[in-house]
Nanobody, 124 residues
Framework: VQLQASGGGLVQAGGSLRLSCAAPRDTFNSYDMGWFRQAPGKEREFVAT????????YYADSVKGRFTISRDNTKNTVYLQMNSLEPDDTAVYFCAAGRTILSTATTARGYTVWGQGTQVTVSS
């Protein structure tokens, strides 16, 4: 496993969590980094991505204004700050890396390297 995701846990609705994803330096420097999530019985869905070139970020409509993706180049780590969490945010969250283009940056097929996932549970 090249990507190591961490930071998940159990939180009450309205609370916050910060997920971290550590990557090998060559992966981190060469790839766009994204977060996806998968709830039980549902397909994996896009959450956020941070383009390596230009540093532009994109978010799913469901998390806009609540989640923020960022990266620390000194630590080869990408973060997902999640605020105002809702029960519908409950899922396994995966970080991913890929050389995406605009049309694939928000789709799982745009990413070729995946982490093992970290569970986020939001109680009501």
């Amino acid at each position: 496993v090249q990507l190591q995701a961490s930071g998940g846990g159990l939180v009450q609705a309205g609370g916050s969590l910060r997920l971290s994803c550590a990557a090998p330096r060559d992966t981190f420097n060469s790839y766009d980094m994204g977060w996806f999530r998968q709830a039980p019985g549902k397909e994996r869905e896009f959450v956020a991505t941070l383009r390596r070139s230009g540093g532009r970020s994109y978010y799913a409509d469901s998390v806009k204004g609540r989640f923020t993706i960022s990266r620390d180049n000194t630590k080869n780590t990408v973060y997902l700050q999640m605020n105002s969490l809702e029960p519908d945010d409950t899922a396994v969250y995966f970080c991913a890396a890929g050389r995406t283009i605009l049309s694939t940056a928000t789709t799982a097929r745009g990413y070729t390297v995946w982490g093992q996932g970290t569970q986020v549970t939001v109680s009501s």
